[in-house]
């Protein structure tokens, strides 16, 4: 079985990655590292399974030098994600990276030029595109490019166990903002949808006293799509995702980018009745594909090329914002 080693013991690591890791029959939780080495004592006892026996650290540094650690994945602030990456890297282990997989495109590049010279796999750990009715979405395009994209992905900050006061999400310094944090969702359905060469023709931005945009709405074109994006922290709860190409539209109801197993998942297609997905993990399928990856295997992942756009369309809306 496929190692993971876990670096930071956050929220997303506790309430998603990690239970996805205790669930898999392709891959266990090798290694808990943690600031704090009894935050990784406790999120190897609340996780349990083969976590309950995996090795705790409170250094980062003891995760990458375990030779049981086959992949690690990153599960901290946004700022720490492509310094810890390239370590990872220099230290031999595939990388699954929680999104955003860097601030920027230039980062981005230089992380997936190291993870192709050492011969790893860098995986961007946007979840949502392993969930089979996104997948399903994609083929249904059937290579045709969107003319039209419109996405969302709104929430209260208040409501969020991802939320915590004072957090990276609200620090400017660390990659914090709603553009960052859900835009990156939305945009990336443009890209896989065709609209990567859109630019951004107006953007409107609404910041907290720290500076973060907790509200950021753009409209960006190209000659032949246009796109709307919407990410916010300070609305109600709403994620909506609408394609159009020259001969059909697909809807995906409500979450679209937040699906598990707990939740419903169907696509309408063409104004038909929608087309029903039964439940399922995206994590787990994120997971095991990047193990299947790191043992040599061809498992679908996030495409370099795909987190790339979506890191030069964040530069170009941030650009914008002023």
């Not at 720490?80 to 920027?104: F, M, N, Q, S």
């Not at 979405?137 to 900050?157: M, Y």
């Amino acid at each position: 079985m496929t190692g993971y080693g876990l670096l930071g013991a956050g929220m997303i690591t506790r309430l998603a990655v990690g239970p996805a890791l205790v669930a898999s029959e392709r891959c266990h939780v090798a290694h808990i590292g943690a600031r704090d080495r009894a935050r990784a004592g406790d999120l190897a006892a609340h996780l349990g399974g083969s976590a309950a026996t995996a090795k705790v650290s409170g250094s980062y540094d003891d995760v990458l030098a375990d030779p049981e650690v086959d992949v690690v994945y990153i599960g901290l602030a946004n700022d720490a994600h492509v310094p810890w990456t390239l370590r990872a890297i220099a230290a031999g282990k595939h990388v699954l990276c929680e999104k955003p997989l860097g601030l920027g495109a230039a980062e981005v590049a230089t992380a997936f030029d190291a993870a192709d010279a050492a011969g790893v796999a860098l995986v961007e750990a946007s979840w949502y595109r392993w969930h089979p009715r996104t997948r399903a979405a994609e083929a249904l395009l059937g290579g045709e490019r969107a003319t039209s994209v419109d996405a969302g992905f709104v929430f209260q900050r208040d409501a969020s166990p991802f939320f915590l006061p004072g957090g990276y999400r609200d620090d400017p310094t660390k990659g914090g903002g709603a553009l960052y944090d859900v835009g990156c969702y939305a945009l990336s359905a443009a890209v896989w949808a065709g609209a990567a060469d859109v630019t951004p023709e107006a953007v409107d931005v609404r910041r907290s006293p720290t500076g973060v945009d907790v509200m950021t709405d753009a409209r960006l074109r190209s000659p032949t799509c246009e796109v709307r994006l919407r990410a916010a922290f300070d609305e109600p709860a709403r994620q909506w995702l609408d394609i159009a190409t020259p001969t059909r539209r697909i809807s995906f109801t409500h979450p679209v980018f937040t699906a598990t197993a707990r939740d419903p998942a169907s696509l309408e297609v063409d104004g038909e009745p929608s087309r029903p997905f039964d439940p399922v993990d995206p994590y787990l399928l994120m997971v095991d594909a990047v193990a299947g990856r790191a043992a040599g295997g061809h498992d679908w992942v996030v495409p370099r090329a795909d987190s790339e756009a979506v890191a030069r369309l964040i530069d170009a809306i941030a650009a914008s914002m002023g």
